[in-house]
Nanobody
């Protein structure tokens, strides 16, 4: 079982920045693919950014060039640096850890952290 705890959310003005952190309890953190998802009120949760166990990253188009995902395996932590924030980035952001079992992906989720972009 993997426990994930997000932090770093809050209220920020449009054009501002925030950095989210996700601390994981996994004993071998480095083997997990780590992702960030978000869910706005009344909307479905969707994937925003991922960094795999090899450090490769990918982003949904709407955040490319503004968000950066990174990981520090020594600290069992993944980060999401969010710049040039827009009101439409407002959502609850969730950290995800996944590991291929050989048959399926096992997914683990944090409790979420609220990000509100508003003037």
């Amino acid at each position: 079982q993997v426990q994930l705890v997000e932090s770093g959310g809050g209220l920020v003005q449009p054009g501002g920045s925030l950095r989210l952190s996700c601390a994981a309890s996994a004993s071998v953190f480095s083997i997990y693919d780590m992702g960030w998802y978000r869910q706005a009120p009344g909307k479905q949760r969707y994937w925003v950014a991922i960094i795999d166990s090899g450090g490769r990253t990918n982003y949904v188009d709407r955040v490319k060039g503004r968000f950066t995902v990174s990981r520090d395996n020594a600290k069992n932590t993944v980060y999401l640096q969010m710049n040039s924030l827009k009101p439409e980035d407002t959502a609850v952001y969730y950290c995800n850890a996944r590991l291929w079992s050989g048959v399926q992906y096992n997914n683990y989720w944090g409790q979420g952290t609220q990000v509100t972009v508003s003037s």
